[in-house]
């Protein structure tokens, strides 16, 4: 009897192990924008933490949150202005880590740009997975009637010349159209954080019910990536090997030099507007602004609150 105790309780023991599993994807492909994830698991700060993480991504017919809807993944990164969309459409979510503070989307023009309304009426390529709130706000807010013109995740409609412009991250598709000979001058460059747009971008998201259920898990997940970020900070050239191990398997097709611009961009977007630290914290002022934009864009219907948002 004392036997059958026994097995009992180790497999409940196996079980309460098993259940610790949890399923973190990124809102998009390997590369150095999720470094931090990435050295978290290779350095075993999310074993450290009790937590045992698997990464995958999402693919083209089932997206992050597609995943954390069907229960597949309980973490996902998403853009902020993203995130409160998604709330206001009925899916609570709650933030907890910010990795960015500052906004790095922009967009290169074939000719120079006196602000935004030089972009009236023109043909300007944008990213046809999503990213592309603060541009309808943008385009209704200087009523540029812009024609719009979705791409995948390459820049080539723009360096053919079939349009007028493209959307890109600073830490992205500027530099692939730098790679591709394009030596576009500062006039051709709007950044967004520069037309008072400087909305943070990625931070990590569950949904309201599992923070609710696994507050614990979530602190330690959150505190296990923050050490990923930190290390990565500080060990460049090991993070990248580590990125470049999670590109391989991934099977993206990139270069350590594409992955270490991008590397050293995003960990300048993690640096507070005001401090130069790294806070980790989406902060009131930053959810003030993104609400402001996104309802004179039309595009939320409720404002989200911070409590919403952090559940403090």
Not at 16 to 32: E, H, L, M, N, R
Not at 205 to 232: C, I, M, P, Q
């Amino acid at each position: 009897m004392k036997r059958l105790g026994f097995v009992i309780f180790c497999l409940l023991l196996c079980l309460a192990a098993k259940a610790q599993q949890i399923v973190f994807t990124p809102q998009w492909t390997a590369q150095a924008q999720f470094a931090g994830y990435y050295v978290a698991q290779a350095k075993g700060f999310y074993k450290e933490a009790g937590l045992d993480v698997v990464i995958r991504h999402p693919s083209a017919s089932n997206s992050c949150v597609n995943r954390l809807r069907s229960g597949e993944s309980q973490y996902i990164t998403q853009h902020l202005v993203s995130a409160m969309t998604l709330i206001d459409e009925g899916l609570p979510l709650v933030n907890i880590l910010q990795t960015s503070q500052v906004n790095s989307q922009m967009i290169v023009s074939r000719e120079p740009l006196e602000g935004p309304e030089s972009l009236k009426g023109k043909y300007v390529g944008r990213w046809k997975s999503g990213f592309f709130e603060l541009a309808q706000v943008m385009d209704r807010q200087y009523k540029l009637d812009i024609k719009w013109v979705p791409f995948v995740q390459n820049v080539n409609l723009f360096i053919s010349g079939a349009i007028d412009a493209v959307m890109a991250m600073n830490y992205n598709e500027y530099y692939q159209l730098l790679m591709a000979g394009q030596r576009p001058d500062k006039s051709q460059l709007l950044y967004f954080s520069e037309i008072g747009y400087n909305v943070p971008e990625d931070g990590v998201y569950v949904t309201a019910d599992y923070y609710l259920t696994h507050r614990d898990e979530v602190r330690k997940f959150a505190e296990a990536s923050r050490k990923g970020w930190e290390w990565a900070a500080e060990h460049e050239e090991e993070a990248l090997d580590i990125v470049m191990q999670a590109v391989q398997a991934d099977e993206v097709g990139t270069n350590r030099l594409l992955q270490r611009w991008m590397l050293r961009d995003i960990m300048d977007m993690q640096k507070d507007k005001k401090t130069g630290r790294r806070t980790y914290r989406l902060e009131p002022s930053d959810l003030e602004l993104a609400n402001r934009l996104m309802k004179y864009g039309g595009l939320l219907r409720n404002e989200v609150t911070y409590r919403q948002i952090t559940q403090p």
